[in-house]
Structure formats: C-alpha cells, structure tokens
C-alpha cells in the first residue's frame, strides 16, 4: 500500500485548496481500500459538533448540513478514544446513531481513524461498507497514515479562517500558529514569500580543461558578491547602527574566509568546475554546523548556504528579478537569509517569518537590529499558500495570524499604537542609569561575541560585557585560531569597552558543538565532553587562549575570565593553576600581564549546591540560566517538541537561583546572571528581589530591563519574589509577574497580545 500512500499524500500537498484535499482523500481512500462509503468528519470546536465535510459514497447534499453533537454516534466514540474503531458490523455497537439525511442506510462494516495534531482530534476518517466487514491491519494503518497527513492540512486551514468559511461559522476567531518569538514587536502587513534563487544541490560535477579560467571565474563572483554587501550596507547605513551593520563585516569574513575559498580552488585545481567545486565546499561546512546541537551555531549553516547561493548565483550570471515590496511586507520564507531581509527597503520592512530557524539566526539577529518583529521556526506555515494574504506577527508570543479577522485586526492596531508611544517612552531612558526607585544601582552588562569580535551592538548602553562567548572564531576556522590571531581579536574588544570590564569565557566547545578539525562523536553530547571538560583535558588550548586573553588586557586592566560547565572544585583549581601558570609564563617572558578577576559559570545543578565552595575560590560568579534550566528540568533547550517545557519561571529553577545568591553571599562573592533569563522584563523583577548584583543580556533588552528596574524598589521587589516563591508551577509564576508590571504601569512591556 506504499506506493498509493505516496500518491494521494503527493496529490493532498498539491490540493489548492482544504476542500479539494479532502475530495482527493475520500475518493483516493474508499477507492484503495474498496469500500463503499469514505467520509471525513470535522469537528466544529465553537459549535460542539462534528460537521460531514467531504465524502465520497453520501448524498453529496449532506455535507456542511450533517451535524453531529460532540459525544454522539460512532463517530463521536472515535474522538473522545483517539484511536481507531474497527467493527465489522457498525450498527450492532451502542454508540451507533443513524443519520437519516446522508442517504446512509443499511451500513454495516466501520472503520473510523482520528484525525489529530499536537494532540488535539480535529475530526475523524470514516469508512463505510454495506456488508459486515473488518477491515485488516494494512488497511487501517493506511487510514491512520492517511489520517495524520490531513492534519496539517486541516490546521493550517483552521488557522487561515479557511474552515470557518467552510463551515460557514463567520464571526469566529482566528487560529493562530505556533513558532519561536525571535524578535519583539508587533505588526500587520501583506506577506511576501522569497524563495533562494540559484540552487546549489542540483549542481552536478564536471571535469575542467582549464583550472586557471575557473579560479578567476570563481574569485570573481566572491568579488562581487563582497560587492552586494558592501551596497546592501551602504544602504542600511541610515538604518542600522554603525554597530549593527557589523553583521555585514562577520559575512565578509565569512566569505571571504580559507574554508570557503582556499578548499573551493584546491577542489578547482583538481579539476571540477567553480559551481561543482563551490558545492562540495559548501555542503561539507554546512555538514559541521547542521551536527551542532546548540541553535546558534547550527544556523550558522544557513548563513552559510546562503552565501553559496549568492556565489552561484552570480556564477551562473542569474539576477534576483527586483521584487515590487508593498507597504509593510512581511518577508516569508523557508530558509530565510539575512542577506533576504536587507533587499527589502527599510521603509517598506513591516515584519519576518520563517518556517525555519530560531532566536540565534542572523535573520533574527538582524530583525532585532532593525527594530522588526520576528517569528521563527513556525513549521507549520505552507509558504505556498500565504503569498499576498494578510498576516500579523506577534514577536513577543511567536505567534503569527493568517488572513486575521476584523476584530483581531482592530486588536492589533490597538496594540501597535500603545507599543509606539511606549517605544518613545523607552528611548527617553537612553543614558540614564539603571537605578531602583530607592536609589540601587543594578548594571546591566552585554552578551556578545556570537556575530562580530569587535564593536557589539548597545555599546553605549552598557556596564561593560557579562558574557563574551569565545566559540565563533574557531569555528569559522579550519584548525585552532593562534595565540596571536586569538590575542588581535580579544584585544578589540577589550579596547572597545575599556575601561568597563569585558567578561570574556573560556571556549565552551565539545561534543555538540564539533569543531571541524577536532571531531567528538557521542550519543549524549550534553552529558559528555563539553565546556572546561574538554580545555583541561587538553590544557594546550586552554593555555593558548588564557595567554592571548592577559597579553589583549595589557595596558587595558578590564579583562574578566570566566569558565564554563563547571560541576566540580577540583576544575576550578586545575583551572586557576593553568591560569597562573599562564601569567607566570607571560611574566618570565617579559610582558607586563596581570592575573584578572576568575569567575565560575552556575549552570550545572551539581555547582548550585556547591555554590560555596566555589565562591571560595572565585571572585565572581554568573549563573548560565540557559543551560541551568535545560539540566535542571531535563529539557534539551533545542528541541521543539519539548520546549513548552523548557521555563526558566519553574519554580524549581527559582529555587536553585535563591540557592546561588544565598550561598554566594555568605562568601561575599558577586552573581550575575547571563542566561537569557536576565534580559526577560518578567524575570527581572524576582532576580532584583532575590539580590543579584548584575544581569547580562543581549542589547535588545537593555532598554526593557532598566525601564522595569526604574520602576520599582527593592523592596517592593522582594515582596513580589515572596508572593511568588509558595507557587508551584511556572504558569502561576507568570500570571503573578505580569499582575505585578501591570501594577507598576509597565504591562505594555510584556503585553503580548493574544
Ligand atoms: C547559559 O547557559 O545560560 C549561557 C549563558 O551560556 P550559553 O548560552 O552560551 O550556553
Ligand atoms: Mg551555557
């Protein structure tokens, strides 16, 4: 039966349309598995019924009139089990209710499969036989294969207001779907879907006479690709700022850099031609970044494929035809590059989605630059059907609407206004410092070193940078960057925020983040070999690095050196001995290096309950609520079938916090916190209240954050965390936070929308 289960499932993904995929089920279906009735039941949530909306056997006259209540008939019996109901003779069952108006007489043979999604039945399946019949084991798993196939269908139908017009229930809400909120804000506008231009996977390998001619050829479209970036950030110059537009710099490097080009001609010389050369090249870095676990490094892929694209693009001397952008387009697409984004005016730049992709894309990175809300990673969006439709996107919730209706439509507009005047509010805040109503200064420091080793963006907003992730330059090498190459780039941004401290970590590489040239294979990477495991067994690199980070800080005096993943004393001792070894060394060879503050990464719950002992050794500490959070709950933080789960508001990882900053205390060592956590207005009031002394968070959420520590006391922080703490799930968590930046008149911050 596989061979017609590719076929219909082929010809459903073609259907224009939910009622023409449904006329090919029926029929398709009844007439596989010979039967002589297939229908398909929808359920109509609002009104509690089940509708008959396609069949292929019925009076064709019944469908959208045969409504069943909820809990009626067989029908309704496959709903509330879930599961499929095989009788051979459906009219001796209890439940079995006859429909006098679909022309259904004497049947006897049922089988009825749910239709689900995200475990929800949205209708059932149903076959129908005049004689007694019990359908085989092939053939209800061909239902039921069928069945799930309908569901996306039917969702994304739901949510396009689609069914309603099907099921002529006008006044409905809409639906909305699901996807990860990766850049705030909010907007309406007409969606325009882009699809890459050149494609690198069909391009086959051909032998060359001439591998001179196809080198230039191929350094030629490098140049002009440089060239389309430079233009595209000559344009956003007005735009973004001069910090921003650093994103240009890091795809420069990128293209520019010896795994790109160096493997691409070597692979020229050895007779294949520039695209057959450059798809090899791609595809084997591309293979590296798709085996990393964490997300932003993995869509470093897609920043990668995409400029590939580009090279071929002008390899094959294609051109984008222009694309006439309305008035707030709402860019759409599947694999959505950054380079995509900056083609469309800022002017006309209402809003992103993509089906692919997280908070950590550059798309996102780049959205959150330029002030557009995002949603990334909403699988379910069929980018064929929604070009020219209205959408709304939702960048605080992840959530987008299709086709919306009037009154979600007037909602939003709503919302945007308040969200303008509060926007203005916001940047009266610039220069001011981060002060609690009683006079308590809480720095707020950056996250950086994801996009570009020098000039992050929000440079003069912060205290300095909590948390400078040290991994990207070696990846976008093909072996270890030196001590010298590593020495230029930490010395810049050293320079950069002097005197303001720079907290710059140790590598936080391993299993899940494989380095091209140095690989780890293992079936739980998260439990295995990663972080400062990895540098103290191999205390060359961590010696190499510790050396270029004291030689950037000569003269400078505000390096900060953090370890990550640590979960025993002992590695913070051999860490500190390589780091004094490293000093020592330095010193003997006559530069004038100082040993820097140490502090320790909280994000091993093993290291929470051990808070005291390795305050004993450090000088400070900084909790990881990112990983915390994943070990604390067992939730992978890149899995989306478990990120409901994923809350840094669970108040078991409140508990760990109080645990931290408790212990910490006693020491009289400082916390900060640089998870993702400390740049959530909700959050901030509890990290406030439970005392920690800086938070650490992207730039985005500068503004955000300090307009909520401005608003309250301490005190009145402390009391919102006691309120808090008896709570014992992290939705109520939530619901008493949000209570709380209502009451001190920040609701917008969080106002999400519906
Ligand atoms: C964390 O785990 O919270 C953290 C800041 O580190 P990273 O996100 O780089 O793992
Ligand atoms: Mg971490």
């Known amino acids: 039966m596989l061979e017609p289960l590719r076929r219909i499932v082929q010809k459903v993904n073609q259907a ?10 029926v029929q398709s279906v009844k007439q596989v598995v010979g039967a002589d009735v297939c229908s398909v039941y929808l359920t109509d949530f609002e009104a509690r019924e089940h509708v008959l909306q396609a069949t292929d056997g019925l009076d064709p006259r019944s469908v959208g009139t045969v409504r069943l209540p909820l809990n009626r008939g067989l029908i309704g019996l496959v709903c509330e089990r879930a599961e499929p109901i095989n009788l051979d003779d459906g009219s001796q069952h209890p439940r079995y209710v006859f429909v006098n108006d679909t022309g259904e007489q004497q049947f006897r043979g049922f089988l009825g499969a749910p239709i689900i999604q995200n475990r929800k039945v949205l209708g059932v399946l149903a076959l129908r036989q005049r004689a007694p019949r019990r359908f085989g084991d092939d053939e209800v798993n061909f239902v039921v294969t069928l069945a799930a196939q309908l569901a996306g269908a039917i969702t994304f139908a739901r949510i396009s207001g689609e069914l309603a017009r ?3 229930a006008n ?6 779907l699901q996807g990860l909120a990766a850049s705030p804000g909010l907007a309406i506008g007409t969606a325009v879907v882009v699809y890459p231009l050149a494609d690198l996977d069909a391009v086959p390998d ?3 006479a001439e591998p001179g001619a196809e080198a230039e050829r191929f350094l030629g479209a490098i140049n002009d690709v440089a060239e389309d970036l430079e233009q595209l950030s000559v344009r956003f110059s007005g735009a973004l700022s001069l910090e921003d537009r650093a994103l240009f710099d890091a795809w420069r490097m990128m293209l520019e850099s010896d795994v790109l080009v160096d493997n691409t001609l070597a692979r020229i010389r050895a007779g294949n031609w520039a695209p057959g050369a450059l798809r090899a090249t791609i595809c084997e870095h591309v293979k590296v970044f798709d085996q990393m676990e964490d997300g932003y490094l993995r869509e470093r892929g897609a920043d990668v494929r995409d400029l590939g694209r580009r090279i071929l693009m002008h390899l094959q001397n294609l051109s984008a035809q222009p694309i006439a952008y ?3 387009t709402i860019l759409v697409g599947e694999e959505l590059s950054a380079m995509q984004i900056a083609d469309v005016p800022r002017e006309s730049l209402a809003g992103v989605v993509s089906t692919t992709g997280s908070g950590s894309s550059h798309v996102a990175i780049l959205a959150r630059g330029l002030g557009v809300p995002a949603v990334m990673g909403v699988g379910e969006l069929p980018v064929g059907r929604v070009d020219g439709r209205e959408i709304i996107v939702n960048g605080y919730r992840g959530r987008i609407y299709v086709a919306p209706r009037e009154a979600i439509k007037t909602e939003y507009r709503q919302l945007i206004e308040e969200e303008r005047v509060l926007t203005s509010e916001l940047e009266g805040l610039r220069h001011l410092p981060a002060e609690t109503t009683d006079g308590h200064v809480l720095p707020l420091y950056l996250n950086t070193g994801l996009v570009t080793e020098a000039r992050p963006l929000g440079i003069e907003e912060s205290a300095g940078i909590g948390l400078y992730r040290t991994e990207l330059p070696f990846i976008v090498r093909d072996r270890f960057p030196g001590e010298e190459v590593q020495m230029n780039i930490y010395r810049e941004i050293l320079a950069a925020f002097a005197p303001r401290p720079v907290t710059i970590r140790t590598l936080d590489i391993g299993g899940d983040k494989p380095l091209p040239y140095f690989p780890v294979s293992e079936s739980n990477p998260f439990l295995g070999w990663r972080g400062i495991r990895i540098t103290l067994d191999h205390p060359e690199i961590f010696l190499t690095q510790v050396r270029a980070m004291l030689r950037a800080a000569i003269g400078l005096g505000n390096l900060r050196i953090l370890l990550p993943m640590i979960s025993t004393v002992g590695e913070v001792e051999e860490a500190l001995k390589l780091i004094k070894r490293a000093h020592a060394e330095l010193r003997d060879e006559g530069m004038a290096v100082a040993l820097p503050p140490v502090g320790a990464m909280i994000e091993v719950p093993a290291a929470v309950y051990q808070v ?10 900084s909790v990881g609520t990112n990983d915390l959070t994943q070990y604390l709950l067992a939730v992978d933080r890149n899995n989306s079938h478990v990120a409901a789960l994923y809350d840094e508001l669970h108040p078991a990882v409140l508990r760990a916090l109080m645990e931290v900053v408790d212990g910490a205390r006693a020491e009289g060592v400082e916390v900060s916190i640089c998870g993702e956590m400390a740049g959530d207005p909700l959050a901030v009031v509890l990290l406030l209240g439970m005392g920690v002394h800086s938070l650490s968070m992207s730039a985005g959420s500068l503004l955000r954050v300090k307009a909520v520590i401005r608003s309250l006391s301490r005190a009145r922080a402390r009391e919102c965390l006691t309120s808090v703490l ?5 939705a109520s968590v939530r619901r008493r936070l949000l209570e709380a930046i209502e009451e001190i008149g920040l609701g917008g911050l969080t106002r999400p929308g519906r």
């Open 16 to 25: 224009p349309d939910l009622e023409q995929a449904l006329e090919v089920i």
């Open 166 to 168: 099907l099921q002529d």
């Open 171 to 176: 006044g409905l809400p809409n639906h909305f």
């Open 206 to 208: 051909k032998a060359i």
């Open 326 to 328: 309305p008035p707030a």
């Open 612 to 621: 005291g002992s390795l305050a004993k050794r450090v000088q400070f500490l």
């Open 726 to 730: 008896p709570l014992e799930d992290a």
